[in-house]
């Protein structure tokens, strides 16, 4: 009795969210929809009914899906409905849209896994339930049922980079010591749970983001550890950068050591596994904790045994065998603890990678001096030759 008393008499406003919405990160959320049913018209005097109002969700940056779960708690969300054709209103008033604030790096899917448009920009706009026409003259003056049915939005984050390495190989120190995002840091593993954005703030005011995300571990396809849950935040990511810790890994006293080159081909295996294609994006490798003794011999025989890759692989047992290596941009010894020149290193070789992949990709920001270089050298001494 009490409880009901206490729940009915609740102030809303101190209302909380439930416990799980606290901690958990919400990446995919599932939405009942409902589009607004037409106004019905008035045949005797040729009076239209009012249209349906439209779901629709618009990006904006800053916004979440756990706001959405919280919001609308039951998973429904239902646009107004058109206003009925009156003697003293003959055109009836369209329903009132109901407006799903987003964020961004959001694809929405209908039934049947129908993608029905991605959200990637602020103000991008998609329409989820179209609202029922009025009732006019095609339809005997009687408005129609709006668009009902169930969708699914699955956020994929967008950042420039994407970290990927074992737990406890220092991801989240190196955010830290990168950027000013403030991750949650601890020696054991997965103490990253959901995705942490970080932001390299470049003296020419340039900004590149970062995503941090839960260390993989051997076995993540099966599901072992956090499992590929997180990968696909790494898909929209321009540049991978692998963190391995210079010691190596091992879960826990029964699981196998494995040492620091293991790692970085067992990560390999495990990103072929979820997505073959992750393999072409350009990726640079950071070996971390290089402050520990021993870890210069670690790091060179590492080096070496990337830069001789088909005889390293013939020593290595096949279950950690990757098909297709990743090739490396850059190979760097960094310590993200002691906050040393390695990471100003690593800050400009992600800034110079990422410059390269913009060139690459959009021809137009060509350096000018380049452009003028290339020209002259087709023109030649006289002029452009006409072949
Ligand atoms: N000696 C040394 N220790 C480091 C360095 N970087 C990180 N650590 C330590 O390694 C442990 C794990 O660091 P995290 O940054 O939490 O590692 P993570 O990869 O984010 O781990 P998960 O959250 O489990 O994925 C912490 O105790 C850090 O203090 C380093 O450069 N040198």
Do not use: W
Request: glycine share 10%; charged share 25%.
């Amino acid at each position: 009795m009490v409880f009901i008393l206490r729940t009915l008499f609740a102030n809303k406003e101190i209302r909380r969210p439930r416990k799980y919405l606290l901690t958990k990160f919400i990446d995919s959320v599932r939405l009942h929809v409902k589009g607004g049913t037409g106004g019905t018209g008035l045949p005797k005097y040729g009076g239209l009914g009012g249209q349906g109002g439209c779901v629709y969700c618009v990006g904006k940056e800053g916004a979440d899906l756990k706001n959405i779960m919280t919001k609308y708690r039951a998973r429904t969300i239902a646009a107004g409905h058109g206003e009925d054709s009156r003697k003293n209103k003959i055109v009836g008033s369209p329903g009132e849209d109901a407006k799903l604030e987003v964020p961004l790096g959001i694809t929405i899917y209908g039934e049947q896994g129908k993608v029905l448009g991605s959200i990637n920009e602020e103000g991008d706009t998609v329409i989820i339930a179209r609202g029922g026409p009025g009732g006019d003259t095609k339809n005997s003056f009687l408005g129609h049922f709006g668009q009902t049915h169930h969708v699914r939005l699955d956020l994929k984050l967008i950042a420039d980079v994407g970290l990927v390495g074992f737990p406890n190989a220092g991801k989240s120190s190196l955010l830290k010591a990168i950027s000013r995002a403030k991750p949650r840091i601890a020696n054991y593993p997965f103490t990253t749970i959901k995705p942490n954005i970080g932001i390299i703030k470049y003296d020419d005011l340039r900004r590149i983001s970062l995503a941090d995300l839960p260390g993989l571990i051997e076995g993540a396809h099966v599901n072992i550890g956090l499992g590929h849950k997180f990968l696909k935040h790494v898909e929209r990511t321009k540049l991978l950068l692998f963190v391995a810790d210079v010691q190596g890994f091992a879960l826990s006293p029964r699981h196998n050591m494995r040492s620091c080159l293991e790692t970085i081909l067992l990560l390999n295996k495990e990103l072929e596994l979820y997505n073959e294609e992750l393999l072409e994006k350009p990726a640079i490798l950071a070996i971390n904790k290089m402050d520990l003794p021993g870890a210069e011999n670690t790091f060179n025989e590492v080096k070496e045994a990337l830069r001789n890759m088909d005889s390293t692989l013939q020593s290595i047992p096949e279950e950690i065998r990757p098909n297709k290596i990743i090739q490396f941009e850059d190979v760097l010894g960094i310590s993200a603890l002691k906050h040393n020149e390695s990471i100003k290193i690593l800050r400009d070789r992600i800034r110079k990678r990422l410059d390269e992949y913009a060139e690459a990709n959009n021809p137009d920001i060509v350096d000018a001096s380049d452009l003028f270089r290339k020209n002259k050298a087709i023109m030649g001494e006289r002029g452009p030759q006409v072949t």
